[in-house]
C-alpha cells in the first residue's frame, strides 16, 4: 500500500501574486517551513532560472519543474509549498499537487502584477514589453489555476488579511 501525505499547503498563481512573500508569513503563522520550488531548481541545476532558460529552454526548465514537484510533494513532510507561476501548465503536476496536498491559488489584477514585477530581470517570460506580456500570458493561463481548492485574492486584500485568511481555511480542513 502505498501511504498518501496529503499535508502540504500548495501556493499557486500567476509571477508576481505575491506566493513566496505570503509563504514566509505563513511559516511564521503555521509553524511549517518553506519549500520554494524555483529555489529548489536554481540549487539543484546550479543556474539561475535566466540562465536556464537562456541555455538551456523552457522546456528543460520545466521538465526540471516537475522533478522538483515530485521531489518535494512525494517527501512525508508537512511543508508550505510555493510554486512558480507556470507549474501549472502541465497536467500531470496539477495531479501531483491535489494529491498531495491543499491548493491555495492566489490572484491579482494585472495591473496589480505589473507594478510588482516591471523592475524584476529575473523573470524571462516577461522581459522587455512587460505589460503587453503580463496582459497576454494572464489570458492565455487563466483557466490553468482554476483546479486550486482555495482561491484568494491579494489586489482585494493586505497581506495580512491574505495570510489570516488562508491559516482560517487551512485549519479548518
Ligand atoms: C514562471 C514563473 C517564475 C519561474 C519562471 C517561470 C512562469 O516563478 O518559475 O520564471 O512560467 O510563470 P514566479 O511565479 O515565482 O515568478
Known amino acids: 500500500m502505498t501511504l498518501i501525505h496529503a499535508n502540504k499547503l500548495i501556493l499557486i498563481g500567476f509571477m508576481g501574486t505575491g506566493k513566496s512573500t ?8 503555521l509553524n511549517l517551513p ?6 529548489y531548481i536554481v540549487e539543484k541545476a546550479a543556474q539561475t532560472i535566466p540562465e536556464l532558460f537562456e541555455q538551456k529552454g523552457e522546456a528543460y526548465f520545466r521538465q526540471l519543474e516537475t522533478e522538483a514537484l515530485q521531489h518535494i510533494l512525494e517527501a512525508d513532510t508537512p511543508v508550505i509549498v510555493a510554486t512558480g507561476g507556470g507549474a501549472v ?19 491579482a489584477t494585472p ?4 507594478d510588482r514585477v516591471k ?4 523573470r524571462p517570460l516577461l522581459q ?10 494572464v489570458e492565455k493561463r487563466k483557466a490553468s489555476y482554476l483546479f486550486a481548492h482555495h482561491t484568494v ?16 481555511l487551512w485549519q479548518a480542513e
Do not use: P, W
Not at 89 to 107: I, P, S
Not at 119 to 122: C, E, I, K, L, T
Open 153 to 168: 485574492d491579494t489586489s482585494k486584500l493586505s497581506l495580512d488579511e491574505v495570510v489570516n485568511e488562508i491559516c482560517k
Open 128 to 137: 522587455g514589453e512587460v505589460e503587453k506580456r503580463v496582459y497576454d500570458l
Open 119 to 122: 523592475h524584476d530581470a529575473n
Open 34 to 39: 518553506v519549500v520554494d520550488v524555483d529555489a
Open 22 to 29: 505570503v509563504a514566509a508569513r505563513l511559516s511564521d503563522r
Open 89 to 107: 501548465l502541465k497536467e500531470e503536476n496539477k495531479a501531483l499537487m491535489t494529491k498531495y496536498g491543499q491548493v491555495f491559488a492566489l490572484t
Open 111 to 114: 495591473e496589480d502584477i505589473i
